[in-house]
Each structure stands twice: as structure tokens, then as C-alpha cells.
């Protein structure tokens, strides 16, 4: 599953305009930046707090709390992009953070 490129959608509201995607060179790296965007969320909202910590539970309500998101991973034997789901995507951040934990 390696480098398999990894295009993640989402919208943020009900508002169409929130509407986007991100980029990335592996499903890991998708991973990354889906935490990295949480993380960066946390931030905003906790500006004064330096060091923010959070378990699984808190990114799942994240994603979750988002109006949609979905991702579409190249698949190289059928040279095309596969659909998963909000699901897919809670189950491999949860793995990817429990390969960086180990």
C-alpha cells in the first residue's frame, strides 16, 4: 500500500463553497496531513495552550463533525482511483498512529 497517491476530499459545513482536497504521495502521508489538520484546528481553538495533547476518540468526533470526507487512492493494477469512506479513513488514521506510537 505503499506509495499509492492519495487524494483526500472533505467539506468543512453544509456550505458547498468549504469544499476541497489534499494532495498526497501515500496513503501514510494522507494520514499525516489528516492529523496535521486536526492538530492545527486544536490550535486555533487553544491558543494559549503550548503543548495539546488528544486520543483517538477526539480525531474521530473531528472527522465525523466534518460535512463529508472521503478519500480516492490509486490503485496501479486496475490504473485507477479507488473510493473509501469517512470509516476507511478513521480506520487507517487509527492504524497509522498506532505504527508511529510503536
Known sequence: MANRHTIILMQTSQNRATR???????????MDGICGLYERKLKELNPAIRNLSYDIADLYNFIDGLADMSALVYDHSIQAYLPYDRQWIKQRTFQHLK???H
Not at 476541497?20 to 494522507?30: G, K, L, N, R, V
Open 20 to 30: 476541497t482536497f489534499m494532495d498526497y504521495e501515500s496513503i501514510s502521508q494522507a
Open 99 to 101: 505504527k508511529l506510537a
